[in-house]
């Protein structure tokens, strides 16, 4: 934690004040009706509530309210109501003060907004699954009450991003990991594409600070040249659009340090060979919108006469706005260095809804129109969700998430009714999507006339029509070919409706059994159960059970007794002396065994003595000594440590965040093994010099080799023992300097 600068009362004073006139001074420049008065008796109110309470960075508390008031101003565009709001939104929570008085003083509006917050204050997640989705249930349904709640939440949540590094290394990794989670996705959906990017890379910078600097430093480093190469690109369609008369300003919009590391994982590329590192923004001022259609493709007809254009990767969101509200005409084309160049084109009102969502309607009076309608119809979908919502609070976080952050297609009816939907949507999604009773009862699709079934994936532009029969039933396998979060939720709904009978008569049949073999009835007891029968989870075992297809016998009862004798750890401890879950945190003991306790809030030293560890290695991620990793306490109180860009760790870090321990390698002297991939051009010989360099020169174990070749390229799959992450580098940069080599990356 950095070291505060001490004030005096007067000169803590005078910043405070200062810090309020930089928002009303910024609300005073813009568009909005000035209702100055409600503002500065919101500020003197919150500022009283908050007096002599301070920040964990030892900051006035009052700073943070003032700050989330400026974000929501100044840089989501709300207006005076929702400054209000966000003055105000921590002081129900936080003092003594109640909605009513807020009410009494400043009216339903403003009381509303801030009883929305304080609902969902404290974070989305809680210690427990269950009240985890209870509280992104009330986030959902106050977002479809008044979407303000949900701006003013993201301008908080911007704020506590910003200011993370005065928090412990634990509520670092859950903060960051929540906000990449859901947070980013809910500001992309809402359109607010600046801040989903700052979000992105302030989660980025606390996850992966080594990364992030070194990307950070590699494109300053690039700067000159990068303006050179933009300079050369930029110049001849500068001239152009000057000789058509245009008021426009044109930039370059580097990719985002999470974006280009993103890239370079998925991709398995170096920095220096992400070519889209930069695009060309061209905004241009129009005062009528009946002419910016006309303008954008004047502008497009401009540039191809110039440059080669990319025929895949013309991208017209003009005619048909994003889910979101965004509008745009991007193309691509060949730069004067031979490398594609992303061109965005868009007016005015369109490049600020794009940075400020859809709180940039307000200021363009857009009200009930196309854009709005749409983002009316994603909220419904939400409140659907929510009618219905899964048992299961990952599973339900993950079923919103699939459609928060979802590249778009757009097919048709047969009436010509226009649908958006995620990618790889198929024609059943579409069928759930247009009625329960449809999806139900689809049985096949018609798309451009042709018949095809229903897991049949759609592109955009196919027109589709569903076909049903009576006597189709729902089926369980459905769920493996559904993208939309409302068609999963809905064939659960409709699973659950057939199946809940015999899922209620499986519960009596289980709980008998335990009260007749003396069994008590736990997650480790169920999650054995669950594993000898072949089950995914305990509605399922139910479902079978009372569908009389497996039954428990005394088979069952003998192969739980064996595993608690044969098992020192906890599930042997809570079996033989029937108790309820031991807490994660509690040190259990077995004989000369033991799993120490561990402190959240510490960071937990990794270490292998003599062949001892301290952890558990998440076989999702293999992460070695050298990654950037975090530790998760499991059910049996030990410690499973995954890579922090893991997808799993993704999940956990958004779900279980009392859970979540900061860790750091040391004394590890064990060897691991890992994956790497070489790709080159095929010769004789080449494998020979690849075994040569890595076990004779550099004396690494290899155990595993798998290799290709193709005409004349090769792909090779080999697996080797190694320390650390520093020996996985050096292989990789060695094996390059092989003729014909051309990529050597590590899989994980």
């Known amino acids: 934690m950095e070291k505060q600068t001490v004030m005096t009362p007067d000169e803590e004073d005078r910043m405070i004040e200062d810090a309020f006139m930089e928002v009303l001074n910024g609300y005073l420049s813009s568009n909005h009706r000035k209702k100055v008065e409600i503002i500065e008796r919101a500020y003197r109110f919150a500022k009283e509530a908050h007096k002599g309470?301070?920040?964990?960075?030892?900051?006035?508390?009052?700073?943070?309210?003032?700050?989330?008031?400026?974000?929501?101003?100044?840089?989501?565009?709300?207006?005076?109501?929702s400054i209000c709001a966000a003055l105000l939104h921590d002081v129900v929570e936080d003092t003594d003060y109640t909605v009513e008085d807020i009410r009494r003083h400043f009216g339903d509006k403003i009381a509303q907004l801030v009883d929305g917050l304080t609902k969902i204050s404290g974070g989305i997640f809680g210690d427990k699954a269950s009240l985890q989705a209870e509280n992104f249930r009330k986030l959902l349904l106050t977002m479809s009450e008044d979407i303000r709640v949900v701006l003013i939440k993201m301008a908080d949540r911007l704020h506590n991003m910003r200011t993370l590094g005065s928090m412990a290394p634990n509520k670092q990794y859950k903060i960051a990991g929540e906000t990449l989670y859901i947070y980013a996705p809910l500001a992309h959906r809402l359109g607010l594409f600046a801040i989903k990017t700052e979000l992105e890379d302030l989660s980025f910078k606390y996850e992966h600070p080594v990364a992030y600097r070194t990307i950070s430093g590699q494109i300053k480093e690039s700067e000159g040249r990068r303006a050179a190469v933009y300079s050369d690109f930029s110049a001849p369609i500068k001239k152009r659009l000057d000789d058509m008369g245009l008021v426009y300003e044109a930039k370059a919009r580097i990719k985002s340090v999470y974006s280009i590391w993103n890239k370079m994982e998925t991709k398995h590329v170096p920095f220096e060979e992400v070519y889209d590192l930069y695009a060309m923004r061209i905004v241009f001022e129009c005062d009528d919108p009946n002419r910016e259609k006309g303008i954008c493709w004047s502008i497009y007809s401009a540039i191809t006469d110039l440059y080669r254009l990319h025929p895949d990767r013309t991208r017209d969101w003009i005619s048909t706005p994003k889910a979101n509200g965004y509008q745009a005409l991007h193309l691509t084309v060949m730069g004067p260095d031979g490398?594609?160049?992303?061109?965005?084109?868009?007016?005015?009102?369109m490049d600020e809804i794009a940075e400020k969502g859809f709180a940039a309607h307000w200021k363009y009076k857009i009200g009930e129109g196309d854009e709005e309608s749409e983002l009316n119809v994603w909220l419904k979908t939400i409140k659907d969700i929510l009618d219905n919502p899964e048992p299961n609070a990952i599973d339900f976080l993950d079923t919103l998430k699939l459609n928060l952050f979802a590249s778009e297609i757009v097919v048709f009816t047969p009436t010509g009714e226009l649908l958006t939907l995620p990618a790889d949507a198929t024609v059943l999604d579409v069928a759930f999507g247009l009625h329960s009773e449809l999806g139900v009862h689809c049985i096949a699709g018609k798309v451009n006339h042709k018949l095809v079934p229903l897991s049949h994936r759609l592109k955009s532009g196919d027109q589709v029509e569903v076909l049903t029969s009576k006597s189709q039933v729902p089926q369980p396998e459905w769920e493996s070919f559904l993208v939309t979060a409302k068609a999963k939720t809905r064939l659960?709904?409709?699973?659950?409706?057939?199946?809940?009978?015999?899922?209620?008569?499986?519960?009596?049949i289980l709980a008998q059994w335990f009260a007749d073999n003396g069994i008590p009835d736990n997650n480790p007891v169920i999650t054995k159960i669950l594993g000898v029968y072949h089950v995914p989870n305990r509605d399922e075992l139910c479902y079978q059970l009372g569908a009389d297809e497996i039954v428990l016998g005394d088979f069952l009862v003998k192969t739980l007794k064996k595993i608690a004798e044969n098992n020192s750890g906890i599930f042997s401890k809570i079996f033989k002396r029937g108790k309820k879950n031991t807490p994660a945190t509690d040190a259990v003991k077995d004989g000369d065994t033991a799993v120490p306790a561990i402190n959240p809030k510490e960071v937990y030293i990794l270490k292998n003595e003599d062949g001892v560890a301290n952890y558990k290695l998440a076989e999702c991620c293999n992460p070695i000594p050298g990654d950037d990793v975090m530790g998760f306490i499991d059910d049996?109180?030990?410690?499973?440590?995954?890579?922090?860009?893991?997808?799993?760790a993704q999940v956990l870090k958004a779900g279980y965040g009392s859970r979540i321990v900061a860790t750091r390698w040391e004394a590890v002297s064990a060897k691991f093994s890992v994956h790497i991939h070489i790709e080159g051009i095929d010769r004789f010989g080449i494998l020979r010099e690849l075994i040569q360099m890595i076990s004779t020169h550099m004396a690494i174990d290899i155990r595993k080799l798998n290799i290709e070749a193709s005409a004349e390229v090769f792909a090779c799959d080999l697996w080797v023992r190694v320390a650390d992450v520093g020996i996985v580098s050096d292989l990789c940069e060695k094996v390059l300097t092989i003729n014909g080599v051309k990529q050597a990356t590590r899989i994980q």
Request: include cysteine; charged fraction near 30%.
């Open 492 to 508: 659960r709904a409709a699973l659950r409706k057939t199946r809940m009978p015999l899922i209620n008569r499986g519960k009596e």
């Open 636 to 648: 049996d109180g030990r410690l499973v440590v995954h890579a922090l860009n893991c997808p799993r």
């Open 339 to 349: 490398n594609w160049i992303e061109v965005q084109i868009r007016s005015r009102r």
């Open 53 to 81: 309470i301070r920040r964990r960075s030892g900051e006035p508390y009052i700073l943070h309210p003032i700050a989330v008031a400026k974000i929501a101003s100044q840089e989501i565009g709300l207006g005076s109501t």
